[in-house]
T-cell receptor, first 115, second 120 residues
Framework: QQQVKQSPQSLIVQKGGISIINCAYENTAFDYFPWYQQFPGKGPALLIA?????SEKKEGRFTISFNKSAKQFSLHIMDSQPGDSATYFC??????????????FGTGTQLKVEL | GAVVSQHPSRVICKSGTSVKIECRSL??????MFWYRQFPKQSLMLMAT?????????EQGVEKDKFLINHASLTLSTLTVTSAHPEDSSFYIC????????????????FGPGTRLLVL
């Protein structure tokens, strides 16, 4: 119930194309869904995040689509660029009894954008 | 804003020695800091959660006597890998979460750049 399933494991997209990464969760107690971008040898950087009361959020070329009833959310990268080549992690967060929260991460998607 | 630093960025040590990794929130006060471990091409695995001034909460399977965590101030947490062995070699990443902001608890975790530990 704590898992977040992410697909695909790897993705190759042509420059200018749309990259789509999907995630699904089971636990309806999750109430915050961030996406992180990680380059090799670096820590993850927050890309964009959404709450379940919103169906879509867009920031620049990055869009999160959220389907609460299906318990699924996805990241769309429009006009993908070679500089977007990185590993992307979806995550889900919930508040814990006793205070605090913690993130549950998906397994990651390695994106490569080719010229 | 929301910058988290880690030091050192990489460390090589001999088996049996202890290694300390520092995590600092540079421009905000982090009431909670998290320590993760990441193996090559894998996801982040939460090791422990630490709140300023209190004992860390370790995830199941993480040896608290081996991975000592101290969160002595609102901007600094340290992870000490005691008696390190080659199997402890990994990428260790910390994250920090601010406390209240505008009367609301903050959920966003900001990650440090990571520390590559190699135990020979």
């Amino acid at each position: 119930q704590q898992q977040v399933k992410q697909s695909p494991q790897s993705l190759i997209v042509q420059k200018g194309g749309i990259s789509i990464i999907n995630c699904a969760y089971e636990n309806t107690a999750f109430d915050y869904f961030p996406w992180y971008q990680q380059f090799p040898g670096k820590g993850p950087a927050l890309l964009i995040a959404i709450r379940p009361d919103v169906s879509e959020k867009k920031e620049g070329r990055f869009t999160i689509s959220f389907n609460k009833s299906a318990k699924q959310f996805s990241l769309h990268i429009m006009d993908s660029q070679p500089g977007d080549s990185a590993t992307y992690f979806c995550a889900a967060s919930m508040w814990l009894t006793g205070g605090g929260n913690k993130l549950t991460f998906g397994t990651g998607t390695q994106l490569k954008v080719e010229l | 804003g929301a910058v988290v630093s880690q030091h050192p960025s990489r460390v090589i040590c001999k088996s049996g020695t202890s290694v300390k990794i520092e995590c600092r929130s540079l421009d905000f006060q982090a009431t909670t800091m998290f320590w993760y471990r990441q193996f090559p091409k894998q996801s982040l695995m939460l090791m422990a959660t630490s709140n300023e001034g209190s004992k860390a909460t370790y995830e199941q399977g993480v040896e608290k006597d081996k991975f000592l965590i101290n969160h002595a101030s609102l901007t600094l947490s340290t992870l000490t890998v005691t008696s390190a062995h080659p199997e402890d070699s990994s990428f260790y990443i910390c994250s920090a979460r601010a406390g209240l902001a505008g009367g609301q608890l903050q959920e966003t975790q900001y990650f440090g750049p990571g520390t590559r530990l190699l135990v020979l």
